[in-house]
């Protein structure tokens, strides 16, 4: 079982991407998946949540009106929607779906790559 990120790719300030994470092997309505993004030199941190449902959703401040997360649960599939882009958010992001059950596999894909320049 596995997740795999893409749509990542070079965009201009203001721009918009959409990013996938597909799931395999897995029922993905069966977990939350959250959006982490890791720049150059600096930590992962977490950018967006959604519930196994979709009826939580949650972003971190400084994308919150700009980024917004949806999932096709028929699809396997989450979704990460980036407008309004600025450099700020250039980074691998990455996705990572887990359960709420402790001791159960996690899984991370390997991330997409995002730069925003002009």
């Known amino acids: 079982a596995h997740v795999v990120e893409s749509g990542g790719g070079l965009v201009q300030p203001g721009g918009s991407l959409t990013l996938s994470c597909a799931a395999s092997g897995l029922t993905l309505s069966d977990y939350a998946v959250m959006w982490y993004r890791q720049a150059p030199g600096q930590e992962r941190y977490l950018v967006a949540t959604i519930s196994g449902t979709g009826n939580f959703i949650n972003y971190t401040d400084s994308v919150k009106g700009r980024f917004t997360t949806s999932r096709d649960n028929a699809k396997n599939t989450v979704f990460l929607q980036m407008d309004s882009l600025k450099p700020e958010d250039t980074a691998v992001y990455y996705c990572?779906?887990?359960?709420?059950?402790?001791?159960?596999?996690?899984?991370w894909g390997q991330g997409t790559q995002v730069t925003v320049s002009s």
């Open positions: 990572h779906a887990e359960r709420p059950v402790p001791g159960t596999p996690t899984y």
